[in-house]
């Protein structure tokens, strides 16, 4: 408090800030990156460890035996899809009953606002099949959920089978205190939605669904099982859901166990770990497994059917087989056990899984990091923004020497106004930029020859793209704005994006960081007297849109699946359209986050760029 | 100055009315931060419920309003919108004519001190012209209607804006108050404002040029005229609530809720996670703390700002926000309401932008730590409470700013702006 009330050392410690502002928001700046960059090498992280007691004393022992009797039951089921051509509803009850559970259907339909075509859905109808298996040796008050989306094609079948041959083996034992819940939903997505709707008593969406029949008690955890092939070579872990929610950090815990035990390879993001985290090319593996993670979660969207059960408290996580070219081979009876030694672990929890962590990135399945060596990264990022305030704070409230008394009251009132236009203009293009794309697509199919999807979002790109030719116009012709006026609107500006990236970084610090990565160099060089077309490119690059373009050459690049610049710009649309359809379907906020607040918010510096 | 105070009015209640129409009002009612325990308006519906049943409203544990609020609406609640809008307005109204009527006192009195020559010639600088004081009720009656944390309040029908008229009435009729029956405090409705009577009674003392002195004799007829009027008034208001109940049910469940904070919701105040985490048998102790704390504030406040009854008004409306047992934003956004009275502090503020930068920062992390915490259950209780010290911590640091910054004028006023040391050097005030 010293500092806050002697006069002398506030007045030292305020002008060391002012004269020092630019190289401390440029050291700030490289040592946020360079922080963040560290969180990958190993000796940084932390190795992961059992947190939950109930998960780790005992080691449960397997004996699941009926691998191949599953893989032909997933046969048959492919069989009978194929036939029924879709869902086949009436060979999976009969076949779920006579496994002795309590099966279950829900209808569930949906009309999309315009149509997905990336996975050529427009009108979808489906039908959802679960069986519940009552506890033998507990009051039914909870329950955990196994699930397998039946997808069109011949993928996932082995899944179902090996669903429906766990079914049968768990049916059999004594000791499950739990219900647990087998489920196989269609249309991947959008069912689980209904069933997870229908199984709550909410409806958030707006859909269709029948209600539920049956019910288990309260869902403590649940897996999402893809399986496509006999054999895989490794199984990966998912855990990204919607809006960047993570699991509770001893899911992945218990998957990373039982792989050691069981000895399966294990893999989160495609990416096996490596031991030579010492030399370059081990720790730039570890970059490219984090980074990947990172851009899943600022993505905001599910990356498989388990992340719509974030939502509702429930921690779920997907298992994804994969088939690749490596020797070691792993067959579905191994698939079984390991599946069988989650399930029993989790039927061991006493309460909710809460011990561990819920906020961190992984840069191998063996390593963490933790909120609390994270969010320094975004902290140095954010600490620009609130030095460059207080710069323009102590400019403003210092004026300059020609002028000695300002008269205040004149400075405030168009001071107001001046900032309140731009501020109400640039949150009106926002909302335009949230509203239209859906709205006009009729109009826009009718008059020009694109599809729907195309007209949502090449609408959404002009809108953007409008917005940069409208707000530097607003204050000429109203009033002469004030001298200082676009200070006083940088000041705003620069407060406003600090809490909206402080906000988003709490809720999903993937995205909050790579916002603040690209917007906090724009707002922190941004004034009307630097070279202005310059400027404008740089800004132009460094806008929403434009991010989101490179995350996706990024991504491409860090998943080895390099692409052409065509096929990246056709990547980008469908991108969009991806995510305003998350937004519609699943109630994603990247969308209107980006559209109703960052964006309107760089509109603000880009009126300052051109400020008369 | 009709004019723009009318126009004022005019987009305060339309900007209420819009939102009561849209699908935000609901959401806003089950704000924590904005209701508590105490004024919830699904808790005054539950009242009258029980109320036409011909059930006492108090049973059940639920309602914890005064009697007079629940008769209120048993007669209004099917108008309780326009009554919300109508207590905003009567507030600002209040708080509109209490400041102009404050001001011209200030300016009648640096007028005379300017006449008799005692302000040092070096504090022209921070005489304040009738210029800049023109608009001050208009910013007053502005930042009330138009504060974010009103019209939250406002929208989601919380009883809080009722207290806050019933508040304004008094400061109203105290600034106003040429006879002494005026100053009927009608604020039987919670126990803290209790502590501005103190304030009153300096505003009252000041005006009818008695001093405060404790050897004379006019002083204590006037405290004790004065005592009897406060306690008369507060003696008929229970009455009235006994007869209109028709038992004495009220007392424990509405200020014995107050006092001894049963309810542990989570607000923005400092009770809830303390209480939450205290061992059983230290909690009355730390009851008895925490509330003499709210109270404490009012002696040395009292002696040090005599001269200064209305500035005192704001100190103990915003010790009293800070400090009560069930805060919401719509008290704090009453003591914001003054803030524009103190503009011409602004030259001796000194944290005021790291404060607002807090505050807003602040405003804008408790509803998304509350989705983290409640929603998503990825945070816990410490990451919102966290949030609330801090918000707290920020509006401590505002008054106290404040406060110094007011001490600190009228230090000059009456030593000169330039202070020298005793060698001739320049001289700084600090605050020890």
Redesign the interface.
Known sequence: MGL?????R?RALISLLTRLNAPICVVCYMAGVAWFMGLAFEPFTLRTYMSENAMGSTMVEERFPAGERALGTGREFSAHKKKAGGMPVDWLVKTMQSRGLEVFTQRFSRRLPFPDEDKERYMVKGTNVYGILRAPRAPRTEALVLSAPCSPGDDNNQAVGVLLGLAQYFRNQVFWAKDIIFLVNEHDLIGMQAWLEGYHHTNTTGMDWSPLQGRGGSIQAALSLELSSDVVTSLDLVLEGLNG??PNLDLANLFYAFCQKIGVLCTTQGKLQRNDWDSVSGYSHAVQTMMLMVMKQASGRPWGDHGLF??Y?IEAATIKGINSFRQYKTDATTIGRLLEGMYRKLNNLLE?L?QSY??YLMPSLSHFVSIGYYMPAFGLLALIL?LR??DL?IQLATPPTFNL?PP??QMSSPGVLSVLTPLVISHLTGVALYTLPIHFQEIAVEHFPVSETEAVVLTAIAVYTAGLALPHNTHRGLFVPPFNGWKVLKLVAV?YL???L??TA??NFSLGFILALTLVPVAAFVTPDVPKALSAFIMVILSPACTLLFSVFLFQELQEMPVSFLDGWMLYLSVISQGILDHALYGSLVYPLVALLVYPCWLLFWNILFWK | MAAPLTLLLLVAVTVRAALYRSSLADLISERVEVVSPLTAWKRVVEGLALLDLGVSPYSGDVFHETPLIIYLFHFLVDYAEITFMLADVITAVALYLSVKDYNKQVFRKQKYALEADRYPLDCL?LIRSP??MQ?IPLKVAMFYLLNPFTILSCVAKSTCGLNNAVIALFVLSTIKGNSRTHSSPAEGNSIYPLTLCAAALLYLLQRQYIPVNLRRFSFWWFVAQYAFMYLGSLFVIVGLSFFLLGSWDFLPSVYGFILSVPDLTPNIGLFWYFFAEMFEHFRLFFLCVFQINVFFYTVPLSIKLKEHPVFLIFMQLAVISIFKSYPTVGDIALYMAFLPVWSHLHRFL??I?LVS?VL??CS??FP??W??WI?????NSNFYYAITLLFNVAQILLVSDYFYAFLRREHHLSHGLYLKRKDGSEA?????
């Open positions: 806050l009330s002697d006069p002398n506030r929610q993570l974030l939502r408290h909710r809460h819920f906020f609130l305030a207080l704070w008394n205040p009251s407060l600090a809490v909206l402080g906000c709490l809720i | 600088e210029k800049e608009y000194r944290n932008f930068c807003l920062a804008a992390l998304v730590l989705h983290l929603y998503a259950g990825s945070a700084t005030l600090v605050l020890k």
